[in-house]
């Protein structure tokens, strides 16, 4: 019934050109509002029956009002005329049956029906509006207290009073507790939505360190390994398409990675360009981190000669290097977890120096994993500041 309620709701006032912030008020306003309906006419009847006509004429005022100004909304979309004139008559009306009934117990504390118009303005409006209404609220009721010996008690039997008191009481606390299920349900729906977002910025272990307090994450990994994989010749492929086109292949084939990352356990640090890296052994240290990300290169291998990406057959370049690494966030803004150190440095030379389609590893990574991988000897590479290096070329599983 609430979530019939809310779709109707959704379609009352709505502007094609409302951001998704302003179509979800208009939404809650009109439920809240039309979603009371049902009580007051309720009420209105009751009070009728019971013979106090007057008491029974505001809460049928509200149920006439109401349909007419949500009518008057969905033709103007004026959200800030309807929504005040709503609050203002959910204030106003509970204190004016409260004096028709002639006070706080003979009207069964009806006027707690008023406490609905600063819970509402709470859940639609500014806070700093919230507090005009929570004092509009307090003073009806300083109000009420004032005027209350000089009004005549209605003629109704005290069972009916009893009776009534449960209703009210029960009533606006179920509503109550309708606005706080709603407010915790978006607060664990957003805190959900944002965890999730960090999830996929950072790893587990850093996002938690970052909420206990801001503050540079730095930690020394004496073993790790590093993964670059770049397209080979991505730039003469890059001048013949669009832009639209590169991005969106480049998405296909990184999704397929990071599957690959998920299977494996391991961290995937960036993306630079065309480059993807993935580290293993940090921030999670394990002992097999040059293993698995062997096992990780033989799969994206697989995987991009398997099929096509964008409508073409890429060929990959793989690089890996083990080695200690420094490895946290730094900065205030925009920031990632990151690698620093020559273990880094030597992954991505590996990379760049190596050939097409080739998982290129240094002597390193290669005395980690010779008893379960099948190596060739590629020869020396002139890396910069490193000089020849010898380097080894991944060739299968054991």
């Known amino acids: 019934m609430a979530a019939r309620l809310l779709g109707w709701a959704g379609r009352i006032g709505v502007d094609p050109l409302d951001s998704a912030e302003s179509r979800l008020q208009k939404q809650l306003t009109v439920a809240l509002c039309v979603g009371t309906l049902p009580f007051t006419i309720g009420w209105s009847a009751i009070y009728l029956a019971a013979g106090v006509p007057v008491a029974a004429a505001i809460p049928a005022f509200y149920s006439l009002f109401t349909p007419i100004n949500t009518a008057l909304f969905a033709w103007t979309r004026n959200l800030a005329a309807y929504r005040f004139s709503q609050l203002?008559?959910?204030?106003?009306?509970?204190?004016?049956?409260?004096?028709?009934?002639?006070?706080?117990?003979?009207?069964?504390?009806?006027?707690?029906?008023?406490?609905?118009?600063?819970?509402?303005?709470?859940?639609?409006?500014?806070?700093?509006?919230?507090?005009?209404?929570?004092?509009?609220?307090?003073?009806?009721?300083?109000?009420?207290?004032?005027?209350?010996?000089?009004?005549?008690?209605?003629?109704?039997?005290?069972d009916f009073v009893t009776?009534?008191?449960?209703?009210?009481?029960?009533?606006?606390?179920?509503?109550?507790?309708?606005?706080?299920?709603?407010?915790?349900?978006?607060?664990?729906?957003?805190?959900?939505?944002?965890?999730?977002?960090?999830?996929?910025?950072?790893?587990?272990?850093?996002?938690?360190?970052?909420?206990?307090?801001?503050?540079?994450?730095?930690?020394?990994y004496d073993e790790a390994s590093i993964l670059f994989a770049d397209v080979a010749e991505f730039t003469p492929m890059a001048a013949g398409m669009t832009p639209l086109g590169l991005v969106e292949l480049l998405n296909e084939v990184f999704q397929c990675f990071d599957t690959l990352v998920e299977k494996y356990d391991l961290e995937k640090i960036k993306t630079i360009g065309d480059c993807y890296m993935v580290a293993a052994g940090v921030p999670r240290r394990r002992a097999d981190h040059a293993e698995a990300l062997v096992d990780l290169a033989l799969d994206m291998q697989a995987a991009v000669a398997a099929r096509d990406f964008g409508g073409r057959k890429l060929v990959f370049r793989i690089g890996i290097n083990s080695g200690p690494v420094v490895a946290g966030v730094i900065g205030r803004k925009k920031f990632i977890y990151d690698l620093w150190g020559e273990a880094?440095?030597?992954?991505?030379?590996?990379?760049?120096?190596?050939?097409?389609?080739?998982?290129?590893?240094?002597?390193?990574?290669?005395?980690?994993?010779?008893?379960?991988?099948?190596?060739?000897?590629?020869?020396?590479?002139?890396v910069k500041g490193a000089g020849p290096t010898p380097v080894w070329h991944v060739v299968g599983r054991e």
């Not at 009207?107 to 806070?127: D, N, T, Y």
């Not at 209350?148 to 008690?153: D, I, V, Y």
Request: proline residues 5%; glycine residues 8%; hydrophobic residues 55%.
């Open 344 to 382: 880094v440095n030597m992954a991505s030379r590996m990379e760049s120096h190596g050939q097409r389609g080739a998982i290129q590893i240094t002597d390193r990574t290669w005395r980690l994993i010779a008893d379960r991988f099948v190596c060739a000897p590629g020869g020396t590479v002139d």
């Open 163 to 220: 009776w009534f008191f449960v209703l009210n009481l029960g009533t606006v606390v179920a509503v109550v507790f309708g606005l706080l299920l709603y407010f915790v349900g978006q607060r664990d729906y957003f805190q959900e939505r944002a965890e999730t977002l960090l999830l996929n910025i950072l790893p587990r272990e850093i996002s938690e360190a970052l909420k206990a307090g801001p503050r540079t994450i730095a930690e020394q």
């Open 88 to 158: 203002l008559i959910i204030l106003i009306l509970p204190f004016l049956v409260m004096m028709a009934l002639g006070g706080f117990r003979q009207s069964s504390a009806v006027i707690l029906w008023a406490a609905l118009c600063p819970l509402g303005s709470l859940l639609l409006e500014e806070r700093r509006k919230t507090l005009t209404w929570i004092v509009g609220f307090v003073g009806l009721l300083a109000v009420a207290a004032i005027v209350e010996p000089h009004l005549a008690p209605a003629p109704l039997p005290a």
